[in-house]
């Protein structure tokens, strides 16, 4: 990896009641109750200031896709990062989670005009695996994905500042780290507080060296947040839950 890409981009910070939030809505087909397992989810993206559904030939390319589709369950356990396609009426995605629970389902992107939208809707899992407990989240800053290790410094965070935490990628056999781009950035971080009611959605910066990194992002309300960390070590996709406490 090499250091062209400390340019960072900050794609998506999306919290509910942001203007941005109502222009653009997500309108799911069917009841919102899915069968856990592998599923299809159909959907529309309906803009209010055009008044019309929005199809592939609306929306710019974002990270070398159109639609990004973000879900996870209340308890902040499990987690999938999709893309759906337009059939030439609907958005669709496959999903595959297998365990309960109510779920957060955000569907981002980008309109012709540049205005970014990232906007949710619930869903519930039922007849799978028995749902997640939802238990406090706490400050652990070090997780690992198989062989592949990520640590986030221990930088203090207070909330509506801008936090910058250095994190380190290592492998736990002591081998280097072959990390190559991810959708078009160096990893994509997903964060959302315990409420899970709240996405934010950001592309570190590489550091200094080929295995270090930044994230640069502000948290907009106190208490502790799950980040799910996504990047590609080995040519092997690698997904790592963390949590932080944020502070007033």
Same mark, same amino acid.
């Given at each position: 990896?090499?250091?062209?890409?400390?340019?960072?981009? $900050?794609?998506?910070?999306?919290?509910?009641?942001?203007?941005?939030?109502?222009?653009?809505?997500?309108?799911?087909?069917?009841?919102?109750?899915?069968?856990?397992?592998?599923?299809?989810?159909? +959907?529309? $993206?309906?803009?209010?200031?055009?008044?019309?559904?929005?199809?592939?030939?609306?929306?710019?390319?974002?990270?070398?896709?159109? #639609?990004?589709?973000?879900?996870?369950?209340?308890?902040?356990?499990?987690?999938?990062? &999709?893309?759906?396609?337009?059939?030439?009426? /609907?958005?669709?995605?496959?999903?595959?989670?297998?365990?309960?629970?109510?779920?957060? +389902?955000?569907?981002?992107?980008?309109?012709?005009?540049? /205005?970014?939208?990232?906007?949710? /809707?619930?869903?519930? #899992?039922?007849?799978?695996?028995?749902?997640?407990? #939802?238990?406090?989240?706490?400050?652990?800053?070090?997780?690992?994905?198989?062989?592949?290790? $990520?640590?986030?410094?221990?930088?203090?965070?207070?909330?509506?500042?801008?936090?910058?935490?250095?994190?380190?990628?290592?492998?736990?056999?002591?081998?280097?780290?072959?990390?190559?781009?991810?959708?078009?950035?160096?990893?994509?971080?997903?964060?959302?507080?315990?409420?899970?009611?709240?996405?934010?959605?950001?592309?570190?910066?590489?550091?200094?060296?080929?295995?270090?990194?930044?994230?640069?992002?502000? +948290?907009?309300?106190?208490?502790?947040?799950?980040?799910?960390?996504? +990047?590609?070590?080995?040519?092997?996709?690698? &997904? #790592?839950?963390?949590?932080?406490? &944020?502070?007033?």
């Amino acid at each position: 990896m090499k250091n062209i890409l400390v340019s960072i981009a $900050i794609l998506f910070t999306a919290i509910l009641g942001f203007s941005q939030q109502t222009r653009v809505s997500i309108e799911p087909e069917g009841s919102g109750h899915y069968q856990g397992g592998q599923f299809e989810y159909v +959907f529309q $993206i309906f803009d209010t200031l055009a008044n019309k559904t929005l199809s592939d030939s609306d929306l710019n390319i974002s990270h070398t896709q159109k #639609i990004h589709f973000i879900a996870y369950d209340a308890a902040l356990k499990e987690f999938t990062h &999709v893309h759906p396609v337009y059939n030439g009426k /609907t958005w669709a995605v496959t999903l595959d989670l297998p365990v309960d629970g109510n779920y957060f +389902f955000w569907a981002q992107g980008e309109l012709l005009d540049k /205005t970014e939208f990232s906007v949710m /809707t619930n869903a519930m #899992i039922m007849g799978g695996k028995s749902e997640n407990n #939802i238990l406090a989240l706490g400050d652990v800053r070090s997780g690992i994905d198989k062989n592949t290790k $990520i640590v986030l410094a221990n930088t203090k965070i207070k909330a509506g500042q801008m936090a910058m935490i250095n994190f380190t990628i290592s492998r736990v056999d002591g081998s280097v780290p072959v990390l190559t781009n991810y959708l078009g950035a160096f990893a994509h971080v997903i964060a959302t507080p315990a409420s899970g009611d709240q996405l934010t959605h950001v592309h570190p910066m590489a550091g200094t060296k080929p295995n270090t990194g930044m994230l640069h992002t502000t +948290f907009p309300v106190a208490g502790d947040y799950r980040i799910w960390i996504q +990047f590609i070590d080995g040519n092997e996709l690698k &997904v #790592i839950p963390l949590s932080v406490t &944020v502070s007033k």
